[in-house]
């Protein structure tokens, strides 16, 4: 049964995965001269690379947490909505639908020089500037980021809420408990399998922003919104395969490390819990 | 006490309102400016001649409602159908194959027992993980390897073999009480009809929920059609949008809608399976 999956997984994943890691040991893809670990070092001096590492994470770091928290509060309003909540959920989830272009355009002439946000501001004599290329650019992203993807999360969030038993709160409710405690001690306790769920999404979805940007900005966007994937895009176009098999690998490394920290804490966390 | 309540939750509810509707701007505005003439559009949108302190008009209500946008994109040029078209010939196969892979090998992750099992779901989960300018690469050595670098099927073949099918459906697997399973191997069932007949029937919210965001997802493809569709012609629809900054801007808002169409009409009958569909259960384990 894992036969089709698993074959198809190696040979469009793995093996060619793995055959990459030959152009990250050779100087480069014609000559095919081997040169060690010489890539990575020149990659570490790189300040494309760095800074698109740098930019990354720091988006990854205000984004993700920030998405995590809006969408569980949406989730609870959501879901607490006696009428209505279905059209509520539905206009959250809607930007998923809206072709990545159309929202593209609508965000750069938003935040542009002569957008609509500089308009209303200049009522309040504020100047005007190109948000965008801005050092406030990378704030746009983390809101197109969250206008995008609140919507999933949310919909996690409830059917997450949904399997708690009422129970819990009722008995809770008996013995006199307050209503912070039951959020810490119920709600957020029994959340906690959802939560990592949502986390490894969001964190798939984060890299997908690039989308948007790329669209925005082009190729070589202003400096505070170069991200690693504009670097490993512009090595892939430029045929530099080297370069792109070495930054592959670094991204990589990071990624097993951050997913095996997720599995620790789950672990940690989901011990406590009794069902 | 209870006057001051209902006071507090009009007042939240008419704040959440106005979060919907900036919520909803983009697609609002997309929406009614697909009804303006081409010329009022380009006359809104375009900023090559604008001063310091003019803006951009982005107009909710058009001065005058047409419908020469959607005509002049149905009717007068096949090219935008066909683009259509390219992009329903990418996402149904991708969608369908998608399902038929990762259904029974989540089965497999749940139920069956073998060796290295968990290193392997490991690995399906850091590929789930990598960014697609990460998986571009191995992507394009093997459609190489095949000579597919220029067809559908560059895109189609990695996309169906994509590991997010096999992991959210574990994760809705891994809910489903074991006494299901064992009454149906004490009966005598073997493995494929326990999948048929037991398990199939209890993921298929689960399923659903899969084929949307698979749907969702490659319905909007841009970088991959980039790097492997060089001919214009055979483009999926997706791509032509996200060039209609430069160019085309006339008929852009009625594009967007008309492409958006379908993907909306399927969340609106199926966000139950989104909110239903995928179980909350850990990880791992």
């Not at chain 2, 073997?190 to 209890?202: E, N, R, S, Y």
Request: proline share 4%; with cysteine; glycine share 6%.
């Amino acid at each position: 049964m894992l036969l089709v999956s698993l074959s198809g997984f190696c040979f469009f994943y793995m093996i060619p995965f793995l055959v990459s890691s030959f152009y990250s040991f050779v100087d480069n893809p014609i000559h095919r001269e081997f040169c060690g670990v010489q890539n990575f070092r020149a990659l570490f001096q790189n300040p494309y690379f760095l800074r698109g590492l740098k930019n990354t994470a720091w988006f990854m770091l205000v984004s993700i947490p920030l998405n995590m928290v809006l969408s569980l509060c949406v989730a609870f309003v959501v879901k607490n909505m006696k009428v209505y909540s279905n059209y509520f959920s539905l206009i959250f989830l809607i930007p998923l639908a809206v072709p990545s272009a159309t929202s593209a355009f609508f965000w750069e002439n938003f935040f542009g020089l002569h957008g609509t946000l500089n308009r209303f501001l200049s009522v309040f004599h504020v100047e005007c500037i190109d948000w965008l290329e801005s050092s406030y650019g990378m704030m746009v992203m983390v809101i197109i980021f969250i206008w995008k993807n609140i919507g999933y999360n949310m919909a996690l969030f409830i059917s997450g809420l949904s399997s708690i038993p009422e129970e819990y709160y009722e008995c809770a409710d008996v013995e006199g408990a307050g209503r912070f405690w039951k959020f810490k001690n119920i709600t957020l306790a029994y959340l906690t399998p959802t939560t990592f769920l949502v986390l490894i999404m969001t964190f798939v979805n984060s890299f997908k922003v690039f989308k948007e940007i790329y669209i925005i900005t082009g190729e070589y966007p202003p400096d505070s919104l170069y991200v690693v994937q504009h670097y490993m895009n512009n090595m892939f176009l430029s045929l530099n395969y080297s370069k792109l098999a070495s930054a592959t690998y670094i991204l990589t490394i990071v990624i097993v490390l951050f997913v095996v920290c997720i599995f620790r804490a789950e672990r940690k966390y989901s011990e406590n819990l009794h069902y | 006490m209870k006057k001051i309540r209902s006071m507090k939750t009009k007042i939240l509810y008419v704040l959440f309102i106005v979060i919907v509707v900036v919520y909803m701007m983009p697609l609002i505005i997309t929406f009614t400016n697909s009804f303006m003439g081409s010329r009022e559009v380009e006359n809104n949108y375009t900023t090559g001649s604008l001063g310091i302190d003019e803006y951009i008009e982005m107009d909710v209500v058009p001065k005058k409602v047409t419908l020469s946008q959607y005509a002049s994109l149905l009717f007068d040029s096949p090219v935008y159908l066909h683009m259509f078209w390219n992009s329903v010939k990418i996402v149904v196969p991708i969608v369908l194959g998608q399902i038929l892979v990762s259904a029974p090998a989540a089965y497999a992750f749940t139920v069956l027992k073998f060796r290295g099992k968990d290193i392997l779901f490991f690995l399906y989960i850091i590929v789930m993980l990598l960014p697609l300018q990460v998986t571009l690469m191995p992507n394009y050595i093997v459609a190489d390897w095949m000579n597919i670098t220029d067809s559908y099927l560059a895109i189609i073949l990695p996309g169906i073999f994509n590991p997010l099918g096999v992991f959210l459906l574990r994760q809705f697997m891994k809910s489903m009480p074991d006494a299901y399973i064992e009454a149906a191997k004490m009966d005598g069932a073997g493995h494929g009809k326990i999948f048929l007949w037991v398990v199939l029937p209890m993921v298929k919210h689960g399923i659903a929920a899969v084929a949307m965001l698979t749907l969702l997802d490659y319905w909007n493809l841009v970088d991959q059609a980039v790097i492997f569709i060089q001919n214009s012609e055979v483009q999926p629809l997706s791509i032509f949008l996200a060039k209609i900054n430069s160019g085309e801007l006339g008929i852009a808002f009625a594009g967007s809608c008309f492409y958006a169409l379908p993907v909306l009409l399927v969340l609106l009958y199926g966000q139950e399976y989104l909110k239903n569909g995928i179980a909350v259960t850990g990880l791992k384990g």
